[in-house]
Nanobody, 121 residues
Framework: QVQLVESGGGSVQAGGSLIPSCVASGSIFRVNAIGWYRQAPGNQRELVAY???????NYADSVKGRFTISRDNAKNTVYLQMNSLKPEDTAVYICNTNLRLSNGTLRSSVWGQGTQVTVSS
Protein backbone atom coordinates (compact mmCIF):
# COMPACT_ATOMS: atom_id res chain seq x y z
CA GLN A 1 0.00 0.00 0.00
CA VAL A 2 1.45 3.34 -1.13
CA GLN A 3 0.15 6.77 -0.21
CA LEU A 4 1.02 10.41 -0.76
CA VAL A 5 0.01 12.51 2.24
CA GLU A 6 -0.05 16.28 1.97
CA SER A 7 -0.13 18.94 4.65
CA GLY A 8 0.81 22.56 5.21
CA GLY A 9 -1.98 24.34 3.42
CA GLY A 10 -4.00 27.04 5.10
CA SER A 11 -5.36 30.56 4.84
CA VAL A 12 -3.17 33.62 4.39
CA GLN A 13 -3.44 37.23 3.34
CA ALA A 14 -2.28 38.28 -0.09
CA GLY A 15 1.49 38.60 -0.08
CA GLY A 16 1.91 35.88 2.53
CA SER A 17 3.70 32.55 2.33
CA LEU A 18 2.97 28.85 2.83
CA ILE A 19 5.10 25.71 2.50
CA PRO A 20 2.95 22.65 1.77
CA SER A 21 4.68 19.28 1.90
CA CYS A 22 3.97 15.87 0.42
CA VAL A 23 5.26 12.66 1.98
CA ALA A 24 5.31 9.32 0.17
CA SER A 25 4.89 6.29 2.41
CA GLY A 26 4.58 2.55 1.96
CA SER A 27 6.68 -0.17 0.39
CA ILE A 28 8.65 2.22 -1.79
CA PHE A 29 11.98 1.49 -3.37
CA ARG A 30 12.42 4.82 -5.14
CA VAL A 31 10.46 8.01 -5.74
CA ASN A 32 11.09 9.40 -9.19
CA ALA A 33 9.80 12.76 -10.47
CA ILE A 34 7.31 14.63 -8.27
CA GLY A 35 4.90 17.33 -9.40
CA TRP A 36 2.59 19.77 -7.68
CA TYR A 37 -0.77 20.44 -9.33
CA ARG A 38 -3.58 22.74 -8.31
CA GLN A 39 -7.29 22.86 -9.02
CA ALA A 40 -9.82 25.53 -8.15
CA PRO A 41 -13.60 25.09 -8.47
CA GLY A 42 -14.59 25.59 -12.09
CA ASN A 43 -11.00 25.40 -13.31
CA GLN A 44 -9.04 22.57 -14.87
CA ARG A 45 -6.24 20.99 -12.94
CA GLU A 46 -2.92 22.57 -13.85
CA LEU A 47 0.67 21.60 -13.29
CA VAL A 48 2.34 24.15 -11.03
CA ALA A 49 5.85 22.76 -10.65
CA TYR A 50 7.79 19.53 -10.81
CA UNK A 51 11.19 18.24 -9.79
CA UNK A 52 13.05 15.29 -11.27
CA UNK A 53 15.00 12.63 -9.44
CA UNK A 54 18.14 14.54 -10.40
CA UNK A 55 16.86 17.80 -8.94
CA UNK A 56 15.94 19.64 -12.13
CA UNK A 57 12.89 21.87 -11.71
CA ASN A 58 10.25 23.48 -13.88
CA TYR A 59 7.45 25.95 -13.12
CA ALA A 60 4.28 27.27 -14.64
CA ASP A 61 4.63 30.83 -15.86
CA SER A 62 1.99 31.98 -13.38
CA VAL A 63 4.14 31.00 -10.38
CA LYS A 64 7.67 31.33 -11.69
CA GLY A 65 9.70 33.58 -9.44
CA ARG A 66 7.29 33.14 -6.53
CA PHE A 67 7.21 29.36 -5.91
CA THR A 68 10.12 27.00 -5.29
CA ILE A 69 9.88 23.20 -5.36
CA SER A 70 12.41 21.07 -3.49
CA ARG A 71 12.77 17.50 -2.27
CA ASP A 72 14.36 15.52 0.52
CA ASN A 73 14.99 12.06 -0.90
CA ALA A 74 15.93 10.59 2.48
CA LYS A 75 12.47 11.52 3.76
CA ASN A 76 10.57 10.83 0.51
CA THR A 77 9.23 14.35 0.85
CA VAL A 78 8.68 17.23 -1.55
CA TYR A 79 8.02 20.84 -0.55
CA LEU A 80 6.47 23.78 -2.33
CA GLN A 81 7.64 27.12 -0.97
CA MET A 82 4.97 29.62 -1.99
CA ASN A 83 5.79 33.31 -1.58
CA SER A 84 3.97 36.48 -2.59
CA LEU A 85 0.69 34.60 -2.68
CA LYS A 86 -2.19 36.07 -4.66
CA PRO A 87 -5.93 35.43 -4.40
CA GLU A 88 -5.79 33.65 -7.76
CA ASP A 89 -3.48 31.08 -6.15
CA THR A 90 -6.44 29.85 -4.11
CA ALA A 91 -6.94 26.17 -4.94
CA VAL A 92 -6.50 22.62 -3.74
CA TYR A 93 -2.86 21.68 -4.21
CA ILE A 94 -2.19 18.03 -5.05
CA CYS A 95 1.08 16.16 -5.45
CA ASN A 96 1.73 13.42 -7.97
CA THR A 97 4.64 11.09 -8.52
CA ASN A 98 6.01 8.03 -10.25
CA LEU A 99 7.20 5.27 -7.91
CA ARG A 100 9.12 2.05 -8.00
CA LEU A 101 7.72 -0.29 -5.39
CA SER A 102 9.78 -2.61 -3.25
CA ASN A 103 8.51 -5.57 -5.31
CA GLY A 104 10.02 -4.00 -8.41
CA THR A 105 6.85 -2.81 -10.11
CA LEU A 106 6.30 0.75 -11.33
CA ARG A 107 3.40 3.01 -10.39
CA SER A 108 3.26 5.62 -13.12
CA SER A 109 0.85 7.96 -11.33
CA VAL A 110 0.16 8.21 -7.61
CA TRP A 111 -1.90 11.13 -6.31
CA GLY A 112 -2.17 12.73 -2.91
CA GLN A 113 -5.41 13.82 -1.30
CA GLY A 114 -4.74 17.53 -1.72
CA THR A 115 -4.36 20.40 0.70
CA GLN A 116 -6.42 23.58 0.58
CA VAL A 117 -4.69 26.92 0.07
CA THR A 118 -6.81 30.04 0.49
CA VAL A 119 -5.45 33.54 -0.16
CA SER A 120 -7.59 36.52 0.82
CA SER A 121 -7.42 40.00 -0.66
Amino acid sequence: QVQLVESGGGSVQAGGSLIPSCVASGSIFRVNAIGWYRQAPGNQRELVAYITSGGSTNYADSVKGRFTISRDNAKNTVYLQMNSLKPEDTAVYICNTNLRLSNGTLRSSVWGQGTQVTVSS
